[in-house]
Nanobody, 126 residues
């Protein structure tokens, strides 16, 4: 099994920055082939934000966050990060991290991810 725990959410003003972290633990972390970030605002569908493929180390981003968000990982800490800059009120949502065991997963397809964290709230005030 894999447990994912997000941290780093909070309240920030428009134009500010936050860094989210997602720590993976459990006996099956060696099976992870990629991870991603999704977000959901109440009343809306969960949407893809960013994804990272362990091999070959490629990443992808939603158009709405390209150039502002950066996904990365620290293997030694089994942790994935999402650095968010130039935040906008429309970035307000609960942010979830997810992990997949599939080699050929599609970054923005939520059903390809096996494990999910509990979410962390990000609020961007105008």
């Amino acid at each position: 099994q894999v447990q994912l725990v997000e941290s780093g959410g909070g309240v920030v003003q428009t134009g500010g920055s936050l860094r989210l972290a997602c720590a993976a633990s459990g006996g099956s972390t060696f099976m992870i082939r990629g991870m991603g970030w999704f977000r959901q605002d109440p009343g809306k569908e969960r949407e893809f934000v960013a994804g990272l493929d362990w091999k070959p180390g490629t990443s992808d981003y939603a158009d709405s966050v390209k150039g502002r968000f950066t996904i990365s990982r620290d293997d030694a800490k089994n942790t994935m990060y999402l650095q968010m800059s130039s935040l906008k009120p429309e970035d307000t949502a609960i942010y979830y991290c997810a992990a997949t065991r599939y080699y050929d997963f599609v970054y923005n397809r939520a059903s390809d991810y096996d494990y999910w964290g509990q979410g962390t709230q990000v609020t961007v005030s105008s």
